[in-house]
């Protein structure tokens, strides 16, 4: 007797397809029917490269991914193809993405995202209605400044669906082309700038101490990597839910010339890490760490600071990104605050998906009445 999975790849299979859209069930068909992607240098956005989203699917989700759905939109030449990456469950179809995941996006090297029509979202939506877990549908985070959002939004509701938007999280970030990390520093806030002195200063005092940022795939590597794991066990941070993402992601960053691994070292032990990438013009933060026992030096402000210096001066990045999190820490760095959204679609004339639309509003309503009984003084029901 065939299982669940297998049912629903047979039936997937089964249904004729929407003209310019296919659905596939691994990244190895992916590449099979789009060769060219992979071929090419590192660029744009890491999050929306196929590179991403295999080793995602490989190694940082809490179940195997046997249940990919590969939405692949190949349109008459010259449009270059995209690909929706997605998951399907019980509860319908998602978004391949996670607590590891920054941005949401379809794979589509060189494209412009705010130029991708709502006839294509109305055509890969057309195609999903049509899956057995095609009812619900779910995709986080994503921006909604480049007009991809509002893009899918559209198309989505031609396709059929209900559409319904909703808060992710908070992104900080740094327009910086052209400036220099000094005149940077300078025009921070003064709590910011002394932080960094004080702790340089209680480095220099105690020891010999220096700062090492790893970017390629040689013997470095390594060393530095254990370094990173070992400052992360011994920080404020909970214990790394995926431990080997985290590694086979330094090891793709580092082989492609991308990756940024800063280390600050006070006789040779390691007091504060983190993990930055420089894709494209823009660097990235992602992950971050120091010693508890350390704090008194401010070892991860003063690691913080080489590395905007070396984004800034060496790198030259138009843009540094802090990805997630309103942390208080985070505005005295950065500059523009963005927030970062979610869709949620029903299909209405399938039962799963209208009880699927009902249970959903009903919840914001709650909540809407919820913060209005708060916002009067009343205790809320």
Request: aromatic letters at 10%; hydrophobic letters at 45%; charged letters at 25%.
């Amino acid at each position: 007797m065939a299982n669940q999975g297998q049912t629903d790849r047979e039936t997937d299979s089964a249904q004729p397809p929407i003209a310019g859209v296919r659905v596939l069930p691994s990244f190895a068909a992916l590449r099979t029917a789009v060769p060219s992607w992979g071929r090419g240098e590192a660029q744009g956005d890491l999050f929306l490269d196929l590179s991403w989203f295999e080793l995602l699917a490989a190694h940082g989700l809490e179940h195997a991914a046997a249940d990919l759905r590969l939405a692949l939109v190949q349109p008459p030449v010259p449009a270059a193809p995209l690909c929706l990456p997605l998951l399907a469950a019980a509860g319908g179809l998602h978004s391949l993405s996670n607590y590891y995941s920054c941005a949401y996006g379809p794979i589509a090297p060189g494209a412009d995202m705010g130029r991708l029509a709502p006839d294509t979202w109305r055509a890969v939506g057309r195609a999903l209605r049509r899956l057995p877990q095609g009812a619900t549908l779910r995709l986080q985070p994503l921006a909604e400044e480049d007009g991809l959002l509002q893009a899918q939004a559209t198309g989505l509701r031609a396709a059929g669906y209900w559409v319904d938007r909703f808060f992710c999280f908070v992104n900080w970030s740094l327009p910086c082309a052209g400036l220099d990390f000094d005149t940077y520093l300078r025009g921070r806030h003064s709590r910011l700038r002394h932080n960094i002195e004080r702790g340089r200063r209680r480095l220099d005092r105690c020891a010999a101490w220096g700062v090492e940022i790893c970017q390629a795939d040689d013997a470095r590597l390594q060393p530095c990597l254990d370094d990173y794991e070992a400052v992360y066990a011994a920080s404020w941070k909970q214990s790394e839910a995926r431990p080997e993402f985290i590694r086979q992601l330094v090891r793709l960053l580092a082989r492609e010339g991308s990756l940024r691994l800063g280390v600050l070292r006070v006789d040779g032990r390691a007091l504060a890490a983190q993990l930055w990438w420089v894709r494209d013009g823009r660097a990235c933060i992602y992950k971050l760490a120091y010693r508890e026992d350390a704090a008194r030096f401010s070892a991860g402000s003063v690691l913080s600071a080489s590395l905007f210096r070396h984004a800034m001066d060496v790198d030259r990045v138009r843009e540094i990104d802090y990805l997630s999190g309103d942390d208080a820490y985070k505005r005295e760095w950065m500059s523009h605050r963005r927030e970062r959204w979610g869709l949620v679609a029903f299909d209405p004339w399938r039962p799963a998906g209208l009880a699927a639309a009902l249970r959903h509003h009903a919840g914001g309503a709650w909540r809407r009445l919820g913060a209005a009984f708060n916002r009067s003084g009343v205790p809320a029901p």
